[in-house]
């Protein structure tokens, strides 16, 4: 596979940079011989882990005991 090319496995994740940081999409290139094309859509994909949410639904668990 060339640079810039992205296989259909591909993967895609969204991170936060440290504690309260920006997020960003995190690709995860597969080994698939086939490659993506303009408007084709990644189907691996995991959304952000957000502190401030975990923070939220300990308090609320905790709130609930």
Known sequence: MTGGVL???TGAQILTEGILG?????????????TLFDGDV??????????ENL?????????AS
Do not use: C, H, K, W
Request: proline share 3%.
């Open 42 to 51: 990644i189907e691996d994909t995991q959304g952000a882990m957000v502190l």
């Open 22 to 34: 920006a997020r960003y999409i995190n690709l995860l290139p597969g080994a698939d011989e086939e």
């Open 7 to 9: 296989s259909t496995d």
């Open 55 to 63: 923070i939220g639904d300990l308090l609320t668990r905790l709130g």
